[in-house]
T-cell receptor, first 113, second 112 residues
């Protein structure tokens, strides 16, 4: 089955700790995205990548880092610099044509201990 | 002003009712529009794209009014399974890639 997977489903972070969220897709999509969702707010773009070995900051990139070494994978690291990391993190992917739909993974809930 | 605005609801309707949601967007150059559905604690899933001529998919009808910069979603014959949050999503034209702007969502509760 084609799709997007994210792991883990739940993640707990201690103060000062970096954590990495996994995102993998087998849809052959060129573009991948990371969003953050907080209660009462719309999804906000953290980082995106249109092609392997290239990525761009979104609207709220501070305290986060990404890599895109493979087309299928786009891991997100939440660093200790992110002071309010508790949120629902969603990974998405799409083809890069105009109007192409983004498809989302099941998400990772990050909680701070 | 938010780029995409939606009434958060909740809209409480009985089964079989017809319900409509509106969404307004601020960027007049926006080119693509979507409705996504998000169940509680799940990821958003595409419900339908919204075309200038309007489009229908079964019980769901989406309309776009560019002059007034709003998008609507009409659900006929509501089912219990329609209970979810509906996200209005807009792609601004002036971005070089597929950046999407999400509304905060309208929550629908369908009761027996």
């Amino acid at each position: 089955d084609g799709g997007i997977t994210q792991s883990p489903k739940y993640l707990f972070r201690k103060e000062g700790q970096n954590v990495t969220l996994s995102c993998e897709q087998n849809l052959n999509h060129d573009a991948m995205y990371w969003y953050r969702q907080d209660p009462g707010q719309g999804l906000r773009l953290i980082y995106y990548s249109q092609i392997v070995n290239d990525f761009q900051k979104g609207d709220i990139a501070e305290g986060y880092s990404v890599s895109r070494e493979k087309k299928e994978s786009f891991p997100l690291t939440v660093t200790s610099a992110q002071k309010n990391p508790t949120a629902f993190y969603l990974c998405a992917s799409s083809y890069t044509g105009a109007g192409e739909t983004q498809y989302f993974g099941p998400g990772t809930r990050l909680l701070v201990l | 002003r938010k780029e995409v605005e939606q009434d958060p609801g909740p809209f409480n309707v009985p089964e079989g009712a017809t319900v409509a949601f509106n969404c307004t967007y601020s960027n007049s150059a926006s080119q693509s529009f979507f409705w996504y559905r998000q169940d509680c604690r799940k990821e958003p899933k595409l419900l339908m794209s919204v075309y200038s001529s309007g489009n229908e998919d079964g019980r769901f009808t989406a309309q776009l009014n560019r002059a007034s910069q709003y998008i609507s979603l009409l659900i006929r014959d509501s089912k219990l399974s329609d209970s979810a949050t509906y996200l209005c999503v807009v792609k601004p034209m002036n971005t070089g890639f597929q950046k999407l702007v999400f509304g905060t969502g309208t929550r629908l509760l369908v009761s027996p």
